[in-house]
């Protein structure tokens, strides 16, 4: 990573920390991007080329989701179930990135309380989905039916592996949303029956 990647990764994990501290304390209606921003120590105006509410500076995956995902290699030619294996090791490899990086503990806790962030989150998860098969047809890789179906499969895939999360912190169980992940689909592949394309 450069050092214009590692300062925008910096600045990326500050506005998240500071947007997580404050609603923590305050709750989502309480707190505005204006304070967020004078916390991370940055301008409002900076706080949206990085995100554009402050939903998104709590759950920021979802933007590095789309750009993960659109600029995938994928070679030509590939069938639609070629194509769903590349992008869903793409998601399954920024989950873990993820995990590594940010508070999702935190995350998932407030979208329990915050029904705002939970609303956000899934207008994020539809705007993957859209971006996923646009790119997928602009690219002339499949027509307009398997590559939404496959950017809506991705976002299904991502929702369900946090959400069995959220759920088995709530029951105070163990678990790992890259496992999940994985659980969801092999769960998936079983719907699908055998020598499905």
């Known amino acids: 990573m450069g050092i214009r990647e590692e300062r925008k990764a910096a600045t990326l994990k500050a ?21 967020i921003a004078a ?15 402050r939903e998104a ?13 659109t600029g995938c290699e994928i070679a030509s030619g590939s ?13 399954r490899k920024l989950l873990v990135a993820e995990i590594r990086a940010s508070e999702y503990r935190r995350i998932s806790r407030l979208i329990v309380i915050e029904p705002k962030l939970l609303l956000s989150i899934t207008r994020q998860e539809e705007a993957f989905a859209a971006a996923t098969a646009q790119e ?4 002339g890789l499949l027509p307009a039916m398997p590559a939404l179906i496959i950017g809506e499969t991705l976002a299904a ?8 999360f959220g759920q088995a912190e709530r029951a105070g169980e163990p678990a790992d ?21």
């Not at 500076?57 to 933007?63: D, E, G, K, L």
């Not at 590349?86 to 998601?91: G, R, S």
């Not at 895939?157 to 069995?164: P, S």
């Open 79 to 91: 069938t639609s179930a070629q194509i769903f294996r590349v992008l869903a090791a793409e998601c």
């Open 177 to 197: 949303p890259v496992e999940l992940f994985d659980a969801a689909m092999a769960n998936l592949a079983q719907l699908a029956g055998p020598g499905s394309e």
């Open 136 to 139: 997928l047809q602009r690219r």
């Open 57 to 69: 500076a709590i759950v920021p995956a979802q933007h590095e989701l789309i750009e993960a995902v």
């Open 157 to 164: 895939l991502w929702r369900v592996a946090w959400q069995c």
């Open 15 to 35: 506005i998240q920390a500071a947007a997580l501290d404050l609603v923590e304390s305050r709750g989502l209606d309480s707190v505005t991007v204006g304070q």
């Open 39 to 53: 916390r991370a120590g940055i301008s409002e105006r900076t706080f949206f080329r990085y995100c554009d509410s």
